[in-house]
């Protein structure tokens, strides 16, 4: 699937509407060799339009440059991401399917609307001869219901051209008589006013509009979590425990949700069996490319096992993803963000978390051993999540809190992967003496880690970055 940022306006035109002169403007060189073009185009939703309310397009297009599936979806800054695929058949392609399952859940895409299209593509071009901009005039029929309608209107894509020329082509094109589009979108227009779903203001509640945010994370990164992007892996397992983190901090605001932590923490596995594989790699295996050939073997038997456990997991999540159990996860969470009431004084939760977690620690550094020193690492990331939830309203002193706890919690976490790693180093290479290295190199790194925490300890438990909780 090929993957494009696309910036374009559009504008609604009369029907004598003649291109102006767009050269000399904006580092504009020429605006000639026009290409004609006809294009077919077959667009696909829910039958409550669901794609169209959440700002998104799918399409089967013919004709032009770019034949083929097109899935529009929300950009930075104005812009638009493209998802693309070659034509292949008349059914909606999985993998595009897949990019919005999280927005249409088990509602069936089919044909909704058929848009055909003559355009006129004027390229602008710079005195290299690079295309800054593509100027199409579109003389749209659009059939739907039976229904037809017609009109025209102009676009204009940026290529390698900035803000500027476009700003400097619009002023143009208002004068020569066009107008913004009435629509976001061709088929959008052919549906007429159909309202966009917008997202619920943020709670007034810390702890609900934690949830909210929370919730967005997790359906927003379902996309590039499908795509195998790794950081959209890592982004939605921390929404997923963060969640989590939250529901049980808080349980008093979430009385009815107590089964859904094992619904999370299942994702949350399920993701963190494919992130910690890939961490767990760049962590082994970080300098041995130049540490000599006697470490070849080494790395091998480690890549191999570990690439194995990313694609088992991977497999698994694929499989998860589509499956109800993950769609009615989802349900779920929609019904959290649309809570409106919680307990009235949750701040003494973050407190006792934090307290918590502070004993934990206490008695593990007391015993020195490695997995209380681990039970106090998960104390103090459930701890730092609930002082999130306060962090705007308290300002800078939570914040600098959050950042001593992260701290702290880094090294727990450096301290824990290093006990992770010795373990498997134990398991692939008992009888070899360039796994023993590498596990001695692990130990050493348990030990400074060990070392630095009485620093990062006595930071996060400075009165003035607590006071604030009281």
Known sequence: MEIASETERKYDVPAEFQLPDLAGRAGISSADGAETHDLDATYFDTDDLTLMQNRRT????????????????PGDNGS?????????GDEVPAELTAQVRAIIRRRELKPIA???THRVETPLRDAAGNTLALVAQDQVIA???????????????????GPKLLAAVEKLLFKAGAAPASGPSKVARAFGDRPTVTPPPPSSNPVLRYVQEQHDAITG????????DPEAVHKMRVGTRRLRSTLKTFKRSFPEAADLNGELKWLADLLGQVRDGQVQEGKLLAGLDDAGEQFAPVAARIRAHLDAQVAEGRAALDEALEGERYLTLLDRIDQLARQKTAEKDPI???????AKADGLLDEALAHGEDHELHDARKAYKRARYAVEVFEPEAGKPAKKLVKALTDLQDVLGAHQDSVVARELLHELGQDSFWFGVLWARQ??????????????????????????LN
């Open 58 to 73: 799918l399409r089967r297009r013919t004709g032009g440059g770019d034949a083929g599936w097109h899935l529009k979806t």
């Open 80 to 88: 638009r991401t493209e998802h693309r695929l070659p034509l292949d």
């Open 114 to 116: 058929r848009l055909r």
């Open 143 to 161: 059939e739907r219901d039976g229904h037809e309608q017609r009109w025209q209107e102009v676009e204009v894509e940026l290529v390698e051209g």
């Open 221 to 228: 990164y379902d996309p590039g979590v499908r795509q195998g």
């Open 348 to 354: 003494r939760r973050a407190r006792k978390s934090l």
């Open 443 to 468: 130990e050493q790194v348990g030990k400074d880690t060990y070392g630095e925490l009485p620093v990062v300890v006595e930071k996060s438990r400075k009165a003035k970055l607590r006071t604030w």
